[in-house]
């Protein structure tokens, strides 16, 4: 296993302060999720919003307006008017519908509430779905250079960002701005005055506002991506705790942590200490223009004059301190989901990142089939379940005919080079041919380029220069999927799922077919062991099977890779990490694995590729040798050296 303690990522999880029209096309791409699939439930959830503020504000005007200017106010002294003139019957129904309206709201309110909760779960369960579906279909290059838990975040703590702003945010701001519009009209029809005293105020809570956003959303980037780098440490250490162990990694370990942790909580600090000054802002400055409202309309009735100019009354005045505090309870609202929405457009920015990362290109139009004759000798397509017949190659024509060729498993590699980037190349002019049946070997030093060679065979990365054919048909013109059904690879680290032993097996195929799985287990030498299990072949594998040791997990990588009966097999390093002993039975398996098939083996242990038809010595990128073991010795050179010291680390 390979740890790498840089940071490797590639993606952008840098925090970069985004313009205003960044910020823009983010956040409608963010409410593009919900309303795509949703547009009529949300159109009803706008709607709801409305009704429930209706019945409010009808509550609001009912106290103010109509109890204590329509039914407690003597309109000719201006006084209360005596108990015995009171109108009790007008009094018990306008009660009434103020208990009818109040419960609406309520519902209406609890409806809306209900359906965005319904919304926010299913839009959540979509985007992970495409979000995993398009990782997926990305390029090997892009995980082997992007740490798993910097993924891993985005699949976790950034979509549950944007679950609190399609839950929490998106029904608080729309019920925000309906009840501050309708707040507004109303205060103009009872005090124009008093209503330009308030919204002076509430404009300079919302300049505060734009003030403190401009602050805060760089630091709440910074903090999204210093969280992705702490995760993405800690799942690394994890991962390779061994090696870890081993090189008594642990201090170091600890100080970089503690470091990173450190810079975590300062992005952390920095971004809810200046999001967090908006909350007592503005919520004092609701006070304050409920005071200030409430003292000068004190004062304009308290002077006739003014009173009668202003046209303000007793019952006005305590509608519109509520209007007030309504008016400037959605800017309130408004900064406590401040925060929410910065974080949310940080996190949706780099879960949107990975789904604009460009999937794997996938051009090829031939397809890996399999067939059988007829009685007329045409070729017949059958399901890949059946067991006598034969995989062919499906090569669409232009005129609309197909035609079909046997997939042999001959490889040939034509001046071939390859870098990982453009400035540093790892295969240079490499031309291999591999007939069908062959053993070929692959020896040299580490970093000669042994793997990346099997790397683009399976098309994980695409070359710089050269070509590739499998059976004579340019690697590019056959389907990707196709092309990895004709090869299966036994790896050093194998990884098995938590799932049943036949599942396992059979990862990939559809159907499980019990008679190939019981000949997959026979070639791997793992039968015995799995029938004296309680369950046998269900039983199942926890945690990758940690129960299993080394050996038995290279076992079942080789049962794996002859239940699939692939005309190419590649073996990488596959018993350079067991004893001796499991060695033999190992060796055994893959020598009954390779079998009939093309092998591309990579070998640790000279001794296990010294019967190789086509031993090939790679060197700095290059093939400096090639030949059989005995040729190859007869040379005396970089091979000849290298088994004599294989030699001597065996005695």
């Known amino acids: 296993m390979r740890i790498n303690f840089q940071n490797r990522s590639n993606l952008k999880n840098n925090a970069p302060k985004l313009s205003f029209k960044e910020n823009k096309k983010v956040f409608s791409r963010a409410l593009g999720l919900v309303w795509k699939d949703h547009k009529i439930v949300m159109s009803l959830v706008f709607v709801l919003i409305v009704l429930s503020n209706v019945g409010m504000i009808f509550n609001q005007v009912f106290l103010g307006k109509i109890l204590i200017d329509g039914l407690l106010t003597d309109h000719n002294t201006g006084g209360i008017i005596a108990i015995d003139q009171f109108d009790w019957t007008r009094f018990y129904w306008m009660m009434t519908l103020g208990v009818i309206m109040f419960a609406l709201g309520i519902i209406f309110s609890f409806t809306y509430q209900w359906l965005i909760i319904k919304i926010t779960f299913n839009t959540m369960a979509k985007l992970r779905n495409d979000l995993y579906v398009h990782s997926q279909k990305l390029p090997i290059k892009f995980f082997d250079s992007n740490q798993k838990g910097e993924i891993l975040s985005r699949y976790t703590s950034d979509i549950d960002t944007l679950r609190q702003f399609i839950s929490n945010s998106i029904p608080s701001t729309i019920n925000a701005l309906v009840t501050l519009i309708i707040s507004f009209v109303i205060m103009m029809w009872f005090s124009w005055i008093l209503t330009l005293i308030t919204v002076v105020l509430v404009f300079g809570l919302l300049f505060a506002m734009q003030v403190l956003g401009k602050r805060s959303g760089k630091h709440f980037k910074h903090r999204q991506m210093m969280n992705g780098k702490v995760v993405g ?378 019967n190789a038809d086509l031993i090939l010595v790679i060197k700095d990128g290059q093939i400096i040798e090639r030949g059989n073991h005995s040729e190859l010795i007869t040379q005396a050179g970089y091979y000849a050296s290298l088994w004599e010291n294989s030699k001597i680390q065996i005695n």
């Open 233 to 610: 440490f800690v799942e690394e250490m994890f991962s390779g705790l061994k090696v870890v162990k081993t090189f008594n990694y642990e201090a170091k370990s600890i100080v970089k942590f503690e470091k990173l942790n450190e810079e975590f909580y300062q992005a952390e600090y920095k971004a809810n200490k200046v999001a967090n000054v908006m909350f007592p802002v503005a919520w004092n400055l609701g006070l304050i223009v409920f005071a200030v409202v409430s003292i000068i309309g004190g004062v304009i009735i308290s002077n006739t004059n003014a009173r009668v100019f202003f046209g303000l009354t007793v019952g006005v005045l305590f509608s519109f301190t509520q209007f007030a505090r309504s008016f400037a309870g959605p800017i309130s609202t408004v900064a406590q989901q401040s925060n929410v929405i910065i974080m949310a457009l940080a996190g949706s920015k780099r879960v949107f990142d990975i789904l604009d990362q460009e999937p794997e290109i996938n051009l090829g139009e031939v397809k890996l089939v399999k067939i059988n004759k007829d009685q007329n000798g045409n070729f017949v397509e059958q399901s890949k379940d059946n067991l006598y017949s034969i995989y062919a190659w499906k090569i669409p024509h232009k005129v609309g005919n197909e035609q079909y060729k046997y997939a042999q498993g001959k490889i040939e590699f034509k001046n071939v080079s390859f870098g990982y980037s453009d400035e540093k190349m790892i295969l240079k002019d490499i031309s291999l041919v591999a007939y069908p049946g062959q053993k070929i070997a692959l020896v040299g030093p580490t970093g000669a380029g042994k793997t990346t060679i099997t790397n683009l065979l399976n098309r994980f990365y695409e070359i710089q220069s050269g070509d590739i054919y499998f059976d004579d048909i340019n690697l590019k013109d056959i389907d990707k999927d196709s092309l990895r059904e004709a090869l299966v690879m036994v790896l050093q680290d194998t990884h098995l799922f938590t799932d049943t032993i036949k599942r396992n097996i059979a990862y990939g195929a559809e159907n499980v077919i019990d008679t190939l799985m019981f000949l997959s287990a026979d070639i791997a030498n793992i039968s015995h062991y799995i029938e004296n299990l309680q369950h046998n072949y269900n039983t199942v594998l926890t945690e990758g099977g940690n129960e299993l040791s080394q050996g038995q997990k290279q076992l079942f990588s080789i049962a794996r890779a002859a239940y699939h009966d692939a005309p190419v097999v590649i073996l990488d390093e596959a018993t350079s990490s067991i004893d001796t002993k499991t060695e033999q039975l190992v060796q055994e398996s893959m020598d009954k694995l390779m079998s009939n098939r093309t092998s591309f083996v990579i070998a640790h242990r000279l001794s296990t590729i010294k």
